[in-house]
Structure formats: C-alpha cells, structure tokens
C-alpha cells in the first residue's frame, strides 16, 4: 500500500519568513496531493490541493509543487504570519482510491 | 448550509461502557470514514464507507463498530472492547466522482475515560 512520510515534525519560523513542508510517497500510481491545515482543537481544512497533471499550484501565500520522478511534494507559505501556526497534513490517493494516506503531521509554530 | 456535525463534543466512557458517535452529512456525499487522532501521530483510519449498507475496516477498526443505515449518517461505536478509547474522533466525508476530491471534516468529538 501507500506510505507517505512528512518532514519536518516541527517547524518553527519567525513572522515573515518561508516555511516549506516536505512529503514523499510511495506508490507511482497515486495521482492526488491535498494539504490541510489544522488549527488546535478544530477541524482539519482544505487549504490546497495539486493533481499528477500539473507540477505547481499556487494561491496567495501557500504553493504547492509536485515532483513525479522523485514521488515528492512540498508545501510552501511565503511571508508567515501567527495566524499560520497550525498543524499540518499532506496526503496521497489514487485515481478511484477513496481512500488517502495521511502525512503524519508538522507543527508549524510562527513567531512574532 | 452544507458540512458535517459531529456530535457531542466531549465524551466521558465509564470501564465496560459502550459509547457511540454521532456524524452527520448534508453533503450528499458517498464516501464517509471515521479516524482517531492521538498527539504526534496523524490521522489513522478506523473505517470507512463508499456506500450505503457497506462499510470497510481501516487500519485500526479493533474495539470499534459502525453502520451505515442512511447516506446522511455513520454512527462510530466504541466498544469496552476498545482499551485505549482516549483519543480525538474525526469524522469525513468526500464525494465520489471520475477525480478524486478532498475530504471534508467534522469538528471533533473528544472521548476521555472517566
């Protein structure tokens, strides 16, 4: 099956600089990469999302880029802010596979 | 307004006691699953479910059962069976369709042991 692995497990910045979240997977046939953003206590939430067709996604501050060859994807936020502090999940799944395999998890912590 | 409620927000579980998990959808998804998230270890499945009257284990669905009687609702039953019941509860749902699409989270029942 897939196994996706997510580094670093802790990420700590200060306000304005970049942090960049690495994964990799290891099933060639996954073709789906979303990224959530959980803040403590709440829901997991969709913040970007990047297919097997297209090797970089961006919105606003956060991008995406996907390396097919190497089975990587990184997560980037430019310009941190404290409300960016949360943890983070990337994930994996197949075209038909309703089933993702989760990241375990960075904790970005941003500092004023 | 679409999403998913999860339902109560804490939960106290008595030794022997089997306690249930409320999730419901107006999404008009297919697909529902129910995780368990311990601290520094991510989002592990427990089951999941692509149709009504279906439902398969995932990667932890010891101690645990669920039903899937409605397309709106996945209840999660924790059984006593369940040793380490003490854990954060996530429930999602996604749709399914020719590409695959993210899933949507409810907000969390929090199950400690009294």
Request: include cysteine; proline fraction near 5%; hydrophobic fraction near 30%.
């Amino acid at each position: 099956g897939e196994n996706v692995e997510q580094h670093p497990s802790t990420l700590s910045v200060q306000e304005g600089d970049s942090a960049v979240i690495k994964c990799t997977y290891s099933d060639s046939a996954s073709n789906y990469f979303p990224w959530y953003k959980q803040e403590l206590g709440k829901r997991p939430q969709l913040i970007i999302d990047i297919r097997s067709n297209v090797g970089e996604k961006k919105d606003q501050r956060i991008a995406v880029t996907l390396n097919k060859t190497a089975k990587h994807f990184s997560l980037h936020i430019t310009e941190t802010q404290p409300e960016d502090s949360a943890v983070y999940f990337c994930a994996a799944s197949q075209r038909g596979s309703y089933i993702p395999t989760f990241g375990r998890g960075t904790s970005l912590i941003v500092h004023p | 307004d679409g999403g998913i409620t999860q339902s109560p927000k804490y939960l106290f579980r008595k030794e022997g006691q089997n306690v249930t998990l409320s999730c419901e959808q107006n999404l008009n998804h297919d697909a529902m699953y129910w995780y368990r998230q311990d601290p520094g270890q991510g989002l592990r499945l427990i089951y999941y479910s692509q149709i009504v009257n279906d439902f398969q284990k995932g990667d932890i669905a010891e101690g645990y059962s669920v039903s899937r009687e409605k397309k709106e609702s996945f209840p999660l039953t924790v059984t006593s069976a369940q040793k380490n019941p003490t854990a954060f509860y996530l429930c999602a749902s996604t749709t399914r369709g020719d590409s695959n699409q993210p899933q949507h989270f409810g907000d969390g029942t929090r199950l400690s042991i009294l």
